[in-house]
């Protein structure tokens, strides 16, 4: 293979796949800090559990996306039963500063990402002769998983 045919094949494989990086580099970035899970008065707006949904479990959750109110009088129920797990250390002590900067790194990473595959973007539809190709590969892989959610 010459160097300009895998430069064209990297072309159309980042056109396709860029969409999905995207989804799943911002999704990523708000699963980072909880904010797809409601905790003490934070409600997260419900695309955001909903898209949060497909980046871990590959459904678009349609509903209700809090969980019942408790009774007065009533228990909640335990962590363990079905809740959402316990990120805050086994004994129930906060982290310590380790997992913030790590979280922060990560966050950092998932911008330079979307970063990255937003400029790959750009060069791969305006800086390619096959314009019509370019965007067909970018819908395709816009519509396909979109398509294989609603399935």
């Known amino acids: ?20 990086v995207l989804f799943f580099a911002l999704t990523g970035a708000l699963q980072l800090f909880s ?3 409601a905790h003490g008065a934070y409600r997260p707006p419900a695309i955001i ?3 949060s949904s497909v980046h871990k479990d590959q459904v678009f959750a349609l509903g209700d ?7 007065d009088g009533a228990q909640a129920q ?7 797990p316990d990120h805050a250390g086994h004994d129930g002590d906060e982290p310590g500063p ?3 900067v790590l979280k922060v790194f990560f966050l950092v990473t998932a911008l330079c990402l979307t970063l990255s595959a937003t400029l790959g973007l750009w060069m791969g539809v305006t800086q390619t002769r096959q314009k ?3 965007w067909l590969l970018l ?3 816009t519509l396909i998983p979109a398509a294989l959610l609603l399935l």
């Open 65 to 71: 996306h809090y969980p019942p109110e408790v009774p």
């Open 35 to 37: 904010l797809h899970e």
């Open 139 to 141: 819908f395709a892989g």
């Open 49 to 51: 559990e909903k898209l």
């Open 132 to 134: 019509r190709t370019a």
């Open 78 to 84: 335990p962590r363990g039963a079905g809740g959402p």
């Open 1 to 20: 293979m010459s160097k300009a045919s895998i430069r064209q094949l990297h072309t159309y494989v980042g056109l396709f796949s860029a969409p999905s």
């Open 98 to 100: 380790a997992p913030l």
